[in-house]
């Protein structure tokens, strides 16, 4: 998403060719995109990933009227099985590995949406039903009709709703997780602060969390995790991509990045090891951490969920 919307100015193409050619070189097998990026995001993953097409997996999603989040939802079985096709051609690709619904549509019934799926997995279409910032309760209309693959909700050390609910229901179904934001929109890089100014087209301007002075009241929870990226010889957001990574074996947390730097040094989280009880002294001491602010504006959050 970030080499294309919401972070502020799009990645120049080649270079974010090279970046994502530079992923799959490093091990990366998993990418994720969605028509409401932009056309251009899908043309350039699928244009990057087209000469190891069968070797990686590609995730893209549907649900938004004419793919612009903007102006709501819309997952009518036409506007899904168009979408199909339109993602299918910019990807370059004969079948997409994981097709996410973006966002639930309360217009249109939930079991109308996964038979859709269903019925475009047997065409040879698409691989894989996913939801993403799904509830509970569609998510268990959902997996009753077409099995459930992944879910993809955010999820992350400061951000941690879905433990309420969503992940013993998970669990139980047996549906993968796939956590956005992990490394939360990249506050828990230790590379924002308080006096951070974003791009005038950053969204990160209109959500709460991210005010200057919510910013700085946060900055306690970047302080405990530098001083376990210390201990670990890593950095804050290695360990908060540890963390996830430690949580359950079918959670696959998703960071973007348009650095190489940052691509590898997100990479390299795989290779820490954090113990139970490095586990419960993160949490012991989030726990006491009061987060301030709202994750998303009230507009956006009212589509969260449902």
């Known amino acids: 998403m970030g080499l294309s919307f919401g972070y502020g100015p799009a990645t120049e193409k080649q270079q974010a060719i090279k970046l994502l050619r530079e992923a799959y070189d490093q091990g990366v097998t998993f990418f994720d995109t969605a028509e409401a990026y932009g056309q251009a995001n899908e043309e350039l993953v699928g244009e990057a990933l087209a000469p190891f097409r069968k070797n990686v997996v590609i995730a893209t999603k549907f649900g938004f009227k004419d793919g612009d989040s903007k102006k709501g939802q819309d997952s009518r ?11 299918l051609r910019r990807l370059k690709t004969d079948e997409i590995d994981l097709f996410y619904q973006h966002r639930v549509d309360a217009s249109v019934p939930m079991e109308d949406v996964a038979g859709t799926v269903k019925e475009l997995i047997a065409e040879g279409k698409i691989k894989h039903f996913g939801l993403s910032k799904a509830g509970v309760a569609s998510i268990r209309k959902a997996h009753a009709v077409q099995p459930v ?40 890089t230790g590379k924002i602060n308080s006096e951070t100014e974003f791009d005038k087209s950053d969204f990160r301007n209109i959500v709460p969390r991210f005010s200057e002075e919510n910013r700085k009241a946060n900055q306690a929870l970047i302080d405990f995790l530098s001083v376990i990226a210390t201990k670990k010889e890593a950095t804050p957001a290695q360990i908060a991509l540890g963390w996830l990574l430690a949580q359950k074996p079918w959670v696959v947390p998703i960071p973007g990045t348009t650095k190489i730097l940052r691509l590898s040094e997100n990479i390299r989280a795989a290779n820490i090891e954090l113990s139970a009880a490095d586990v419960d002294e993160i949490d012991s001491a989030y726990a006491k951490i009061n987060i301030q602010g709202e994750r998303y504006p009230k507009n956006l959050q009212e589509r969260v969920g449902k």
């Open 77 to 87: 079985p036409e506007r899904i099985r168009a979408v199909a096709e339109e993602s």
């Open 149 to 188: 693959t992944a879910l993809q909700s955010e999820y992350s050390i400061w951000w941690r709703e879905p433990e309420k609910e969503i992940i013993p229901t998970l669990e139980e179904l047996g549906i993968g997780f796939v956590p956005f934001s992990p490394l939360g929109k990249g506050f828990l």
